[in-house]
């Protein structure tokens, strides 16, 4: 039976109070019923008046020592780590020794100091990726409205005499301008998934069928590309899925067009499918050259770029595989990568079978 401080405390005054009336009670009934002499009873009375001084101060200093121990003790390491996290330090931990009130509040203490510190250091996260988010867009957003200017300014001073070259200038200004849409799309695009604005259009569909509709597409694409081998194995499974055709269609693109730009020449690339009990599971692998073991944890993470030289850059803010990541998971599926430098990268993303 666990006994609470409250409980300590109202037994030690009662102890204190009660213990030196008890003891003169019985002195009391024992001089009244005796024979001795007066000298020998003022003798059992100073006797029984030192023994119940010192049960008085015995039981005092025990309440003292219990108050030092259990209460003030604490209190001081509460203190303590107050004043340490006043400052700056969320590190101090605060072990509560006893299983009292007292140590209920201690341990307390030290889940909120936890918790404040789990918060902050979200936040820190937060504010260097919001930095680094400015600083990408600040790139992507000058590289191309630099060369768009170049460009610009060529064709209004006279560079580009002949047609041929007009053309081609103006080829590389749209390209440019394609490359800022996408940037601002995908911003945009993220910013509504996060927020929950982007609604999915969820319809039942016959798993083969959709991957059908999905590879077919990169099939004709790369039918006469010398620089593409894809390879779609099949049957695909047939099975009752729900699919967002258009958003997934955004991810299969994100994907394959990045193991088409990094996976090597000729970049080979597989398609196919299986089932997996309760989910349909979807492979792109390519033969390039693989990601890093540092970036693979970080892969679908917001504004992620990978090895800062871009070797393998995903998205133009690092963004592609971010919104790929919450597109799959809000078809209530999941996304991921195995990868090996030198041998090639395989995505996989998954989506619940329904019947």
């Not at 030196?20 to 009244?32: A, F, K, Y």
């Not at 209460?71 to 700056?88: F, R, T, V, W, Y």
């Not at 979200?122 to 957003?141: G, K, M, P, T």
């Not at 990045?258 to 196919?272: D, F, H, L, Q, V």
Request: glycine share 8%; hydrophobic share 40%.
């Amino acid at each position: 039976m666990k006994l609470g401080i409250r409980f300590k405390l109202i037994a030690s005054l009662t102890g204190i109070i009660f213990i030196p009336v008890v003891l003169m009670s019985i002195s009391g009934v024992r001089e009244n019923h005796g024979d001795s002499a007066n000298g020998a009873t003022g003798i059992n009375f100073m006797f029984v008046l030192g023994f119940l001084v010192v049960a008085f101060v015995l039981c005092a200093y025990l309440l003292a020592r219990f108050i030092t121990r259990r209460i003030l003790l604490p209190l001081k390491e509460l203190n303590d780590a107050s004043e340490q996290i006043m400052n700056g330090n969320l590190d101090v931990e605060i072990r509560s020794r006893y299983n009292d009130e007292m140590g209920n509040f201690i341990s307390a203490f030290d889940v909120m100091r936890a918790r404040l510190k789990e918060s902050l250091d979200q936040q820190a996260a937060y504010e260097q990726a919001r930095n680094e988010l400015v600083a990408n867009i600040s790139h992507d957003l000058r590289t191309p409205i630099t060369s768009i200017r170049g460009y610009v300014e060529g064709l209004q001073d006279g560079i580009a005499r002949d047609e041929q070259k007009v053309a081609r200038y103006l080829a590389v200004i749209k390209n440019k301008t394609d490359q800022l849409d996408r940037l601002i799309e995908d911003l945009f695009q993220f910013s509504q998934l996060e927020s929950g604005q982007l609604a999915m259009e969820l319809r039942e569909s016959d798993s083969r069928e959709f991957l059908e509709a999905m590879a077919a597409p990169f099939e004709l694409e790369f039918h006469e590309d010398s620089s593409v081998e894809l390879t779609v194995v099949r049957p695909f499974p047939s099975r009752l899925i729900q699919v967002d055709r258009d958003r997934m269609a955004q991810v299969f693109e994100n994907i394959i067009e990045n193991a088409k730009k990094y996976g090597g020449r000729p970049a080979e690339m597989t398609i196919s499918a299986q089932e997996e009990g309760n989910w349909i599971r979807i492979m792109i692998k390519d033969s390039g050259i693989g990601i890093s073991e540092d970036d693979l944890p970080h892969l679908f993470e917001r504004f992620y770029r990978g090895e800062k030289s871009r070797s393998r850059a995903f998205g133009g803010a690092g963004l592609g595989l971010a919104i790929c990541k919450q597109i799959v998971e809000k078809h209530g599926g999941r996304i991921g990568v195995q990868s090996k430098q030198g041998i090639g990268t395989e995505f996989y993303l998954t989506l619940p079978i329904i019947k």
